[in-house]
């Protein structure tokens, strides 16, 4: 929902496609400079505690965006004021996110067998994807129904409501003494592991680039303004497709697992995902773009499962938190840069230009990581 709600916020103060793209690098700024550092901590410490922590942080900065949103009138802040304020708010939500993003999966396999881990972060992944869809839907209508304001409060008011499941979960404390690690060594173990396993190394690296330049999502409220010709009701629909696709797809994953060849079903995926965004890119019509922006979705759902599970397979558990901090590197962090990427080709190609090149970039990538790293070609649980 909140995804939703600042790119059309934003979008309505700039009339700018490039302002979209500055969301994204507000928060993958923040994002990536701490990645390292939440890892360690994320290691060092008992993970319950620090969840809440984080997560009540969040809270408190996504209400800062409640000022300009009820008061701007009464502080006589012009568009470009909001919108340099968001961006300030964002870049602290980036610090929050850094340490929020690796937590939960740091503690997956704690909660679950590892027998049962690979179901366990499918059904995780569709639970994830339910709650996106409605939300990306949901913030489309409420937007168009009740404004900016009254939206927002009903994220905030949502994200406290999922801290109480939280408190739910048992403690995970630490297999370290503090006093015994080196905080620089610590990080520097987490990277050292990724770059020596060649299966998370190409993961993460086609992840990476395929979000980068695949990121039309983040031009929907263009395409929806000025090409589709839609309000925030279809723009919320356009926003949920690819999640909807997703959760069909993971939704059957769970019920019939992949058995084999997940390294060459993923770099399948990947490339079939990049082509639905071409296809997206050309589209003038609002069904024949919600339709490749679903397919893209499922075909995003069967590499996101594939990635995840790759990564908590091969990962040990003491250096969890580590990994999954460098992983977000690539993965939760590619997203804004993707954000970024598509805003600032959009001003310099053009909208329609810029989401082919990008889809027409996720090709060429699955095909250069598949050629170049053959121990994920033949990668298998």
Not at 75 to 101: C, K, N, P, W
Not at 151 to 171: D, Y
Not at 187 to 215: H, N, P, Q, W
Request: glycine share 10%; hydrophobic share 50%.
């Amino acid at each position: 929902m909140l995804a939703t709600l600042l790119g059309w916020w934003v979008y309505q103060l700039t009339k700018d496609p490039f302002s979209i793209g500055l969301i994204g690098l507000s928060e993958v700024i923040p994002a990536v400079s701490c990645a390292l550092y939440a890892g360690h901590v994320i290691d060092m410490n008992e993970k319950k505690r620090l969840l809440l922590i984080c997560n009540y942080t969040y809270v408190i900065l996504i209400g800062l965006l409640l000022i300009p949103a009820f008061y701007n009138v009464e502080l006589h802040f012009t568009g470009h004021e909001i919108t340099y304020y968001i961006y300030g708010v964002i870049f602290l939500t980036g610090i929050a996110r850094a340490f929020l993003g690796p937590i939960a999966p740091a503690m997956l396999p704690k909660i679950v067998k590892k027998e049962n881990l690979s179901n366990a972060i499918t059904l995780n992944q569709a639970v994830f994807l339910i709650s996106s869809v409605s939300g990306h839907a949901l913030g489309g209508f409420l937007i168009e129904g009740f404004g900016i304001k009254w939206t927002l409060v009903a994220v905030i008011v949502l994200i406290i409501i999922a801290s109480l499941f939280f408190w739910q979960l048992n403690k995970q404390h630490s297999e370290y003494k503090k006093e015994s690690v080196n905080v620089v060594e610590s990080m520097r173990e987490g990277v050292s592991y990724i770059f020596k396993t060649k299966e998370i190394l190409g993961a993460l690296c086609l992840d990476m680039f395929a979000v980068l330049f695949g990121g039309a999502v983040a031009m929907i409220p263009v395409y929806a303004t000025d090409i589709l010709k839609t309000g925030a009701d279809g723009l919320g629909l356009l926003n949920a497709a690819s999640d909807i696709g997703s959760m069909c797809i993971i939704t059957i994953l769970s019920i019939i697992p992949l058995r084999k060849n997940q390294g060459k079903i993923l770099l399948v995926a990947v490339a079939g995902f990049g082509i639905c965004i071409i296809g997206f890119g050309l589209s003038h019509l609002y069904w024949l773009s919600f339709m490749f922006l679903v397919l893209s979705g499922m075909l995003d759902g069967i590499s996101v499962v594939i990635r995840g599970t790759i990564v908590q397979l091969k990962t040990p558990d003491h250096i969890r938190g580590r990994v999954l901090s460098a992983n977000s590197i690539f993965i939760m962090s590619s997203n804004e840069m993707g954000q970024f990427e598509s805003g600032l080709a959009a001003k310099l190609m053009g909208v329609v230009r810029s989401v082919v090149f990008g889809g027409s970039m996720t090709v060429l990538i699955a095909l250069i990581v598949g050629s170049t790293n053959p121990k994920l070609r033949k990668m298998q649980y």
